[in-house]
């Protein structure tokens, strides 16, 4: 079954404009991380951003915010201001620090995203 | 320099040989964990491990086996190579679960073929 969802497999923007990217998650626990990395063609894994499911406020890096919905189980990053850079596979993951999954870090499918100029 | 190293970067190996790849962190991270990368499925979680000689399966542990004698590391060995083993590997590890400021750090990934 898959835990984590991204249901966009492909998604492209205009340099300068903003783009959403959507990611949803099933659990049963309260306790949980949430990252979206980002990877281009080097395969590096980069964090962009983080989430603690226990605060309410949106996590912001930058360019980078989230909008949480933990009641929906959704985790979608935006990205304001679209550069040519930011176009990579990003990942959506989460990790539980408590429960009968403790320490399983879970990965989305990923979405291609193209930044045109 | 500190992080987490993979190796070998690029192995080319045979159907039903035995394969091990090595991740090893200069931190003492308790957390590790060992992904294949394929098109199409994301990162697919095949073990982890929350300290010395603790670990757990993951989606998909078949056709591999884990052991953590040391803290620092994590080997990842095929028994018995497939070709649908054929993928990217990706070895990463977390530094607490109970640290609010935590970060996954990956390593290079190490690309195998099994011919």
């Known amino acids: 079954a898959q835990t984590v969802t991204q249901s966009q497999p492909e998604m492209s923007v205009q340099e300068a404009e903003t783009v959403t990217l959507s990611c949803t998650y099933d659990?049963?626990?309260?306790?949980?991380?949430l990252f979206w990395y980002k990877q281009p063609p080097s395969r590096q894994m980069i964090l962009v951003i983080r989430?603690?499911?226990?605060?309410?406020q949106n996590a912001t890096e930058n360019r980078f915010s989230v909008n949480f919905q933990k009641a929906a189980k959704s985790f979608s990053l935006k990205i304001s201001d679209s550069q040519l850079g930011d176009a990579a596979m990003y990942f959506c993951a989460y990790i539980h620090f408590r429960g009968s999954t403790l320490g399983r870090l879970y990965f989305g499918r990923g979405t291609q995203l193209t930044v045109w100029p | 320099d500190a992080g987490i190293t993979q190796s070998p970067r690029y192995k080319i190996t045979e159907t039903g040989r035995q394969v091990t790849l090595m991740c090893h962190q200069t931190?003492?991270?308790?957390?590790m964990f060992w992904y294949r990368q394929d098109l199409g499925h994301g990162l697919r979680l095949i073990y982890y491990s929350a300290a010395a000689d603790i670990t757990d399966k993951g989606e998909v542990p078949d056709g591999y086996v884990v052991s953590r004698s040391k803290t620092e590391n994590f080997p990842l060995t095929l028994e018995s190579a497939t070709r649908s083993q054929t993928s990217v590997y990706f070895c990463?590890?977390?530094?607490?679960?109970?640290?609010?400021?935590?970060?996954?750090?990956f390593g290079e990934g190490s690309w195998l073929t099994v011919v």
């Open positions: 989430q603690e499911a226990y605060k309410q």
């Open positions: 931190w003492s991270h308790s957390y």
């Open positions: 990463a590890s977390l530094t607490s679960l109970d640290y609010s400021g935590n970060t996954i750090y």
């Open positions: 659990t049963s626990e309260s306790d949980y991380y």
